[in-house]
């Protein structure tokens, strides 16, 4: 099993929509927790990171639940802009000091 | 503001040959990292370092080395390149080792043939 997953997709919305994306991890010693965006054949940046309580960011939210060790991604009112790649990636709090990453979940905002 | 830099950009190679992929940041952060992407596979991470002259292995770390003598420089060397390393190689740094904002390279796109 991996040790962060994501649904591939592609979630093919039209503009304007709700989106929302899950991503689990399997390490409960996880303490930091991301969304990156990569937009096709780029470098992936920074979206949000995900904290405890939530967090919003425009029309973007992240959540976070331990106890079932996911986080999720939702995105209000689409825009062409949106599409790409959103990745998600945790850390441990011990050993390995770098990000793990998830294969991606891939979205296609259409006019 | 150049942040992260990688060099080159696009390589070709044949089976058997080496070559150093170059990545360099100017944000005197402490920690750098090498990922490889594939299509369906994310990013998994190479090698890692938490500062000079300290690196560890990562999920895909067989050949490939790494070395970092300063803070700014974490260059990857492949050293005898099969088509299995074909892929798109990121080198990522941040001020903290997970905890804190990656930033990314522009990539390496590597073909061997």
């Known amino acids: 099993r991996k040790e962060v997953e994501q649904d591939p997709g592609p979630f093919n919305v039209p503009e304007g929509a709700t989106v929302a994306f899950n991503c689990t991890y399997s390490?409960?010693?996880?303490?930091?927790f991301f969304w990156y965006r990569q937009d096709c054949r780029k470098e992936p940046k920074l979206l949000m990171s995900?904290?405890?309580s939530g967090n919003e960011d425009g029309r973007f939210t992240a959540q976070l639940n331990r106890a079932s060790q996911y986080i999720s991604l939702l995105i209000r009112d689409s825009k062409l802009s949106d599409s790409a790649t959103y990745l998600c990636?945790?850390?441990?709090?011990?050993?390995?000091?770098?990000?793990?990453f998830g294969s991606g979940t891939r979205l296609q905002v259409q006019p | 503001n150049a942040g992260v830099t990688q060099t080159p950009k696009f390589q070709v190679l044949k089976t058997g040959q080496s070559m150093t992929l170059q990545c360099a940041q100017d944000?005197?952060?402490?920690?750098m990292s090498w990922y490889r992407q594939d299509p369906g596979m994310g990013l998994r991470l190479i090698h890692y370092?938490?500062?000079?002259?300290?690196?560890d292995q990562g999920e895909v770390p067989n050949g490939y080395n790494v070395s970092r003598s300063t803070t700014e420089d974490f260059p990857l060397r492949l050293l005898s390149a099969a088509p299995s390393q074909t892929s798109v190689y990121f080198c990522?740094?941040?001020?903290?080792?997970?905890?804190?904002?990656?930033?990314f390279g522009q990539g390496t796109r590597l073909t061997v043939v």
């Open positions: 990522a740094s941040s001020y903290g080792g997970g905890e804190a904002e990656a930033f």
């Open positions: 390490n409960s010693a996880s303490q930091s």
């Open positions: 995900v904290y405890s």
């Open positions: 990636a945790v850390n441990r709090a011990t050993g390995r000091r770098a990000l793990t």
């Open positions: 944000m005197n952060h402490e920690y």
């Open positions: 370092s938490v500062g000079a002259g300290i690196t």
